[in-house]
């Protein structure tokens, strides 16, 4: 054992208080709400009794929660995929050593810096069918209807999938609710400039002697983008997905300013379900199993970024 | 896990849940009152102000009202009370928020941890009952029998008032006030162009509407951005088409959700909804109640179905032209929900509380509290406000005309007919139904729903 030095003593002590704090009311409350999740507390009154997993079951068999879990993942998935492709698109353009670059940056940046909440409201105005962008461009609000549009696209029915018994994928709960998108725009618009940044600085420590030897080896510049600067930009990818993934799968404050739960639940997430089931059907436990599924979620995105970033300290 | 650590890690869950929560989704914003001037008596200058008197027993009041009338009103018969007793100092800790979306977790936190204010805001019914007194390990409420007997509230309200607070015969809390939910307001200029009366059944509902879309004005207005609006719609058919006695049976059990006429209701709440029929506007979903009033407004749509907090949005944007007529097949069916008071069984100072809530109960705080609430007073011996006092408008003097001689039904989305998970539940039906109108499925939906809640 290492001697007790007053410099261990006084590390620790300092590292201590927020050890406990988080232990406590990170770590703590997570035992506690799964705990919670498998109780009957569905009342004011706590009754810790035993539930077994009744609590799961009954979320998962109630429509509102499956619809739920459809638009989490039609969100995550849209979200995600337009934020990258539109960062890395800006960062390819600010690459290019233009004049005013800093500005450029700047105002991409900016909507970052704003909260969700107020991005929400904004949107919700710009995108509700008798004012903002209706108005603006002079569509038609009976044809355009945005955050209200209660239609959900999804694959026609009778096709192929009903013969190899796959009829089911043509179904309202396997498709994308047109309102949803309205959200998947603000958010992509508060998030897309923060990707881009992080494209940016991963554009720049390509070093250019990398692309100067592909071009000597005859490689056009799509080649050199493909195979050149897109692989090594991985890093990178992986670290937009986890940060725009963690954000996408507990949503909240951004879906309750535009749209709280929507139509048909077009606009409803997990977090808004948990909410209200927790704080005004007094149904805790079933509240507790909700945020245990979001956290389960989350993880299954987060744990295997942290084992893929210890794998690469260890190699390095 | 000792009890009191259990209870602790409760309090704390609920306060980091509730923190994240601020923002209201099922806000039914009650916030009708005849001056919308700001806040002239805020609640930390009244709570500072008699507090830091050591002479001075406080009682701590939790509830929503934080601007406009309803806090001015508020605030007035507090101080009146103090007055009147000066060795108490009831204080107002309103905690801002719609219908109490923040306040009503702050209170259940503090109920939970044992720790209740002496007294707080509830509504009637089943949100107080199946909240507070009827749950496992017994009422955290106390009853108050003896309060009701030694003031005569039990001649001074209605009967049907004590049923909606009393659970096995005990009252439970004190009504302060009268909201009517089913009630159609109009725009009398666009009535009278199309020769129109206020329609008295869904049938002549539906010819009013067909006349109002060829003249190219919406006919009915709905904003049910919070699903509770839509939902307020649903129990006017629900009324109108089962009558009082059967819209009463639906939350005791003794009418079946799968009743014909429950079908009969929904067909009539599809049409009305149908986008193909264009009755209510495009847009409803992303308006709330009173951006809906506005279009009656500004005479773009004709009619709304809202409770009487309409009225007091009419009178602060200074609409004179308003008509109001019970929704149609509602005449002589009152619709109520009530901000209540009780007293929790853990409350510090019992004895002061009670005093406050006979006070509250009383025909006269109540005449000076409502013409501000823009609501009419429960106790039905309540007259005119005293002289020198605001008075109640000409709604609000119908409305306690009809209050006298009408059958009393309670309200499902403010919390009087039905437990809150329950009333959830259908919320989350209707939901669904406003968007595929499927009526078969909407009809098993709401059976599932009352066979897990009804007792």
């Known amino acids: 054992m290492r001697r007790l030095t007053f410099d261990r003593v006084l590390s620790v002590s300092l590292i201590a208080p927020s050890i406990l704090a988080v232990a406590v009311f990170v770590y703590g409350l997570i035992a506690w709400t799964g705990f919670v999740s498998t109780t009957k507390w569905n009342s004011l009154s706590p009754d810790y009794s035993s539930a077994g997993l009744d609590n799961f079951v009954a979320i998962f068999n109630y429509p509102r929660f499956q619809l739920d879990l459809r638009n989490t993942v039609v969100f995550t998935l849209v979200f995600v995929a337009v934020s990258l492709a539109i960062g890395l698109f800006l960062a390819n353009l600010l690459d290019r050593k233009i004049r005013g670059e800093g500005v450029f940056r700047s105002i991409f940046l900016f909507p970052m810096a704003i909260s969700f909440i107020v991005t929400g409201v904004v949107w919700k105005w710009l995108l509700t069918p008798s004012s903002g962008v209706n108005l603006l461009v002079g569509l038609d609000p009976a044809q355009n209807k945005w955050l209200t549009d209660p239609s959900v696209l999804h694959i026609p029915t009778g096709t192929i999938l009903n013969d190899i018994g796959l009829g089911f994928l043509a179904t309202n709960q396997w498709g994308v609710p047109i309102a949803l998108l309205s959200i998947v725009i603000a958010a992509v618009w508060q998030m897309s400039g923060f990707v881009m940044a992080l494209y940016l600085a991963g554009l720049r420590g390509i070093p250019d002697e990398l692309r100067e030897a592909a071009r000597v080896d005859g490689a056009s510049e799509a080649r050199i983008f493909r195979h050149v600067v897109l692989p090594l930009l991985t890093p990178v990818t992986v670290t937009a997905v986890i940060i725009l993934g963690h954000i996408s799968l507990k949503i909240y404050d951004l879906t309750v300013a535009m749209s709280p739960t929507g139509l048909g639940f077009a606009t409803d997430f997990p977090a808004t379900y948990m909410w209200q089931t927790a704080f005004f059907a007094n149904q805790f436990a079933r509240g507790a199993a909700v945020a245990v599924v979001m956290l389960v979620l989350i993880a299954t995105l987060i744990v295997p970024y942290l084992i893929w970033n210890r794998r690469q300290e260890v190699d390095r | ?455």
Not at chain 2, 102 to 114: F, N
Not at chain 2, 157 to 177: E, K, T, W
Request: net charge negative; with cysteine.
């Open chain 2, 1 to 455: 896990m000792s009890k009191r650590l259990s209870a602790l890690l409760a309090v704390v869950a609920l306060l980091v849940l509730a923190c994240g929560g601020s923002t209201a989704t099922h806000s039914p914003a009650p916030t009708g009152g005849q001056t919308p001037a700001p806040t002239a008596t805020a609640a930390p200058t009244l709570a500072a102000s008699c507090q830091s008197d050591a002479s001075k027993t406080p009682v701590e009041v939790q509830g929503w009202w934080t601007t406009g009338g309803e806090a001015n009103g508020f605030n007035k018969i507090i101080a009146m009370f103090n007055d009147a007793n000066p060795t108490t100092c009831v204080y107002n800790a309103a905690i801002a928020g719609g219908a109490g979306s923040v306040a009503q977790g702050r209170i259940k936190a503090a109920v939970l941890a044992g720790l209740p204010p002496d007294t707080f805001q509830v509504h009637m019914g089943h949100e107080l009952l199946d909240t507070y007194v009827n749950i496992p390990g017994g009422s955290v409420m106390a009853p108050l029998d003896d309060l009701f007997a030694a003031n005569g509230f039990n001649d001074q309200f209605p009967a049907n008032v004590l049923a909606i607070i009393s659970s096995d015969g005990h009252p439970y809390s004190v009504p302060l006030n009268i909201h009517r939910a089913n009630e159609l307001w109009y725009n009398k200029t666009i009535f009278a162009a199309n020769n129109l009366q206020p329609p008295t059944t869904w049938a002549e509902f539906e010819t009013a509407a067909a006349t109002l879309k060829t003249a190219g004005v919406t006919p009915l207005a709905v904003g049910d951005s919070g699903i509770w609006a839509n939902g307020m719609i649903f129990e006017t058919v629900l009324i109108g088409t089962l009558g009082a006695d059967a819209f009463l049976g639906l939350w005791t059990g003794a009418t079946s959700w799968d009743d014909p006429k429950v079908t009969e209701a929904l067909n009539e709440y599809k049409k009305i909804l149908d986008p193909a029929n264009g009755w209510i506007n495009t847009d409803h979903s992303s308006l709330s109640w009173d951006q809906a009033a506005d279009k009656l407004i500004d005479g773009s749509a004709a009619m709304t179905i809202m409770g009487d907090w309409a009225n007091g949005e009419f009178t602060a944007k200074q609409f004179p032209d308003y008509g109001w007529a019970p929704a149609p097949g509602n005449a002589d069916i009152y619709q109520a929900l009530s901000d209540s008071f009780g007293l929790p069984v853990k409350a510090q100072h019992p004895d002061q509380t009670k005093l406050f809530l006979a006070w509250l109960g009383s025909a006269e705080a109540q005449a000076i509290f409502n013409p501000y609430k823009g609501s009419i007073a429960a106790n039905t011996t309540s007259g005119n406000p005293p002289a020198g006092e605001l008075q109640y408008n000409d709604y609000q003097i119908s409305a306690a005309a009809d209050w006298k001689t009408n059958t009393i039904v309670p309200s499902m989305e403010h919390g009087a007919a039905a437990n809150p998970a329950w009333s959830s539940a259908i919320n989350d039906v209707l939901t669904s139904f406003v968007t595929d109108l499927d009526v078969t499925a909407a009809q098993a939906a709401l059976v599932t729903a009352a066979a897990g809640f009804n007792q």
